[in-house]
């Protein structure tokens, strides 16, 4: 029997994959009612741990007990009859299905046409999600199509999958990372509102502050392991941050005030398409000098992504042009733009920043194999592609199970995206266009990484940084411009721009026009 005091209590979890232990002998107990934080670097842990409670993994070791009650969670659908819910970081909704289709999948309700033949009641369901979400302060119109819906709306249908399902115990992983500020502050209300009404609340994030304004208590975890156990009100963020990377970690970014010089980057009048036949850029135009970090800040799905991916030449534009060092490179392909001086680090680390069955060592060399340094007559020297791996990997500190070796599908999220980062900023470009550059990783990395970008801009490379991050945003950028619906309705100096103001125009209902 587990102690009845505790609503979740894992003991003694240890959870292998090949080459590697996720979790090593891992004991955590979160009481009825509180919000516990789960922190760590990338490659701790965290995740695992929190797939294994919701039954995505079963472990190799060790018991899980669920309100005292010793459990073997076989699939998330035996989750679910347990009372324990999931928000994944990337939803998991059907976009052409109304919010009420999404709630119920699964779980309709029925009633019987002709007294016999069975069929969904689509009515009451829409009723019981009103109510569901007058109750919990989550706005929605069971009616509405998710494809019609923005990013935060989305993630309060999410929620109230769970909550429709009788969901006791709710994980949420990284909930804030696509949100703005004033989306966050009221995501943060609903999961008080969720505690004071008496559920568990489990969150997994890298934003210390976002646990200090919320958490009861956090498990931090490092290599597999469980560090400590701390009283949130207690504990700095300073502390936090040490005990999860092992060291002290800077929260400032030390830059000096920007020199910038000649224009790298010229974007005239850009508008592109998606693959959807809408039109995602929208007549957007601005500068991106030597020596200068600009920065894009929107919310997810305002053309951020196309537009990197038009520059970089993985999309083509419409009408407008890009200009790189004064020529126009709108008709260049992918490579040509490399050896012009564009580095990408792209948001889909997947399907465009890295070949997943490749070995890291060929992975960190993706965009330069061919050249004198590692190819010679079309053959390829391994010796160098080696000690090219070995190098980045030590300089970034990127972390798997067989180093060089590796097969780069079976690393972690965060471990990925570094290889990814070190990768192009080794290229040396004229242009760098970060896109998400920190998106899932841990504080000492993201403080890394933002040195990286900093010195990057002090050699005089043109920065163009585009991250959903307003925190990233306004520490990194020299200057700002705000994307919404396509369009960049505000451009000025980071000197010049509160983070109320950002935000306001990153949703729509800012003042004023173009800078």
């Known amino acids: 029997m587990g102690d009845p005091g505790f609503i979740v209590e894992m003991k003694h979890i240890t959870k292998r994959f090949p080459g590697i232990v996720a979790n090593d002998d891992v004991s955590i107990s979160i009481k009825k009612g509180e919000i516990f934080a789960l922190l760590g670097e990338n490659g701790a842990g965290k995740s695992t741990i929190m797939s294994v409670l919701f039954g995505m993994y079963e472990p190799d070791e060790g018991e899980i007990f669920i309100r005292g009650e010793k459990v073997n969670i076989t699939s998330p659908r035996h989750a679910t009859k347990l009372g324990i819910g999931m928000v994944h970081q990337h939803f998991k909704l059907v976009s052409n299905y109304t919010v009420a289709e999404n709630i119920i999948l699964g779980s309709e309700p029925q009633n019987k046409l002709w007294g016999f033949i069975p069929r969904v009641n689509i009515k009451k369901a829409n009723d019981d ?22 990013v935060s709306t989305q993630q309060r249908v999410e929620i109230l999958k769970m909550l429709y399902r009788d969901a006791e115990i709710l994980i949420f992983d990284e909930p804030t990372a696509v949100l703005t500020p004033q989306e966050i502050e009221y995501l943060l209300e609903i999961i008080r509102g969720l505690r004071d009404g008496g ?8 934003k210390l502050e976002e646990i200090k304004a919320i958490a009861d208590r956090c498990a931090i975890l490092n290599r597999g392991k469980l560090i ?31 020199v910038p010089g000649d224009t790298v980057l010229k974007v005239e009048n850009l508008t592109v398409w998606n693959d959807n036949g809408y039109e995602a850029v929208k007549n957007v135009s601005f500068e991106v000098h030597s020596g200068e970090i600009f920065a894009i800040a929107g919310v997810s799905g305002n053309g951020q992504n196309e537009l990197a991916d038009a520059i970089a030449g993985l999309a083509r534009n419409t009408s407008g042009k890009v200009l790189l060092c004064g020529r126009d490179i709108s008709g260049l392909s992918i490579r040509q733009r490399i050896e012009e001086g564009i580095a990408y680090i792209p948001e889909d680390r997947h399907n465009v920043g890295l070949v997943l069955g490749f070995t890291l060592k060929d992975n960190l060399v993706l965009k330069n194999y061919y050249k004198p340094a590692f190819s010679d007559k079309g053959v390829l020297n391994e010796k160098s592609i080696s000690d090219n791996g070995i190098r980045l990997i030590d300089e970034y500190d990127i972390r798997s199970s067989k180093g ?8 972690s999220g965060g471990n990925q ?4 980062v070190a990768r192009e900023i080794d290229l040396k470009g004229k242009l760098i266009i970060f896109m998400q550059p920190t998106r899932g990783l841990d504080v000492g990395a993201i403080s890394n990484i933002h040195k990286q970008i900093v010195a990057e801009r002090d050699r005089g490379a043109a920065v163009l940084l585009i991250s959903l991050e307003l925190d990233e945003v306004m520490n990194l950028a020299d200057t700002i411009g705000v994307i919404f619906d396509g369009r ?4 000025a100096k980071a000197s010049e721009l509160s983070v109320n103001e950002v935000g306001e125009y990153m949703a729509g209902v800012g003042k004023g026009g173009t800078g």
């Open 228 to 258: 400590a156990v701390k009283d949130v009100k207690d504990t700095s963020t300073a502390e936090m941050a040490r005990l999860m990377v092992g060291h002290e970690v800077s929260f400032s970014v030390d830059k000096t005030g920007a």
């Open 488 to 491: 960049i309705d505000r451009i």
């Open 199 to 206: 559920k568990t609340v489990i969150i997994i994030t890298h």
């Open 404 to 411: 060089n070796q590796t097969i780069v599908s079976s690393m």
């Open 417 to 420: 995206q570094k290889a990814i």
């Open 129 to 150: 999600i009103s109510a569901l979400s007058e109750r919990y302060g989550l706005k929605v119109d069971p009616r509405s199509v998710i494809s019609d819906l923005n």
